[in-house]
């Protein structure tokens, strides 16, 4: 079934600072943090389900005063009207920082406990249950714990609070895939929606696949010639290529640490060097991280 949705939204650029709005900021976990918590999932195998918060935004007030004009296609006359904005409306500035606040206080109410390496990650030590984690990802929640009522009775207090949508075990969490295999003990990340846009932006998806990021013995060097006329199309590959390699990609972290290297002044040999890296990224765009009780970490190096 398709799902159409509409939003209205502010236009944040006539926003001023200080003014108008002063933080902004979002709860946005690190990805060690995320990636930790699968990988203990994995081993301790944990029931791990997702959670989404429908309009989140709106569960917050919003902390200035500002007035809104509605947009055209509205009911004649109220077009030409100004309201107050009483909720944190999509698209100010504040609006995320106040949402923020909102699930912290609402889990801090039945005793989760905000940690303090990554204050998106929460403990709620359930008193029947055992450990219950919560971690949110501005309106999507992940509850891992080993005990299913302990995770069922978290997603009961969200949605006392919350108009909420579970979405039961994870499957897709902020892009990424997610595949459990309870009975081995092993869970899978993988981002292959990511190569695949990235193919697309630069038109390679029907280019030739790689089989490595990069050739053996291929030497990348400044020479000061050919270079590129336009710097940040190289600049914008590299960094997606650097998001990919420190997220779900380690495989092509040392392909892409070379690359880094020549930001400044990329030349054209530099692009066809990263492009190669994509169309490896197209050949293995489905290959992820794996966690696992019975997989040990395996690390390979040139004899330097």
Known sequence: MTRYKARLVAQSFNQVPGRDFDETWAPIPSSATTNALFAVAAVKDWEVHHVDVK??????????????????????????????????????KQAGRLWGI???????????????????????????????????????????????DGVQAVKNSLSATFDVR?????????????????AAKML??????????????????????????????AKVAKTGENLLP????????????????????????????????????PEEDHMSAAKGVLRYGRRAKRLGVAYGADKPLQGYVDAD
């Open 230 to 265: 336009d710097g940040n199309r190289y600049a914008e590959l590299v960094g997606s290529l650097l998001y990919f390699s420190t997220t779900k990609r380690p495989d092509i972290s040392s392909a892409v640490g070379v690359l880094s290297r020549y930001m400044a002044c």
């Open 55 to 92: 309009t989140a935004f709106l569960n917050a007030k919003i902390d200035k005063e500002m007035y809104l004009k509605l947009p055209d296609g509205t009911e004649p006359g109220e077009a030409d009207e100004v309201f107050r904005l009483n909720l944190a409306l999509y698209r100010t």
């Open 166 to 182: 579970d979405m039961g075990e994870v499957k897709d969490f902020i892009g990424m895939k997610v595949m459990q295999d309870r």
């Open 188 to 217: 899978t990340l993988s981002n292959p929606g990511h190569a695949i846009e990235l193919l697309e932006a630069f038109v390679m998806s029907n280019s030739t696949p790689n089989k490595t990021p990069m050739v053996s013995g």
């Open 102 to 148: 909102k699930p912290d206080k609402e889990l801090k109410s039945p005793g989760a406990v905000r940690s303090k390496v990554d204050p998106c990650l929460y403990t709620w030590s359930h008193p029947v249950h055992g450990q219950v984690y919560i971690l949110v990802h501005v309106d999507d929640l992940i509850v891992a714990g080993k005990s299913l």
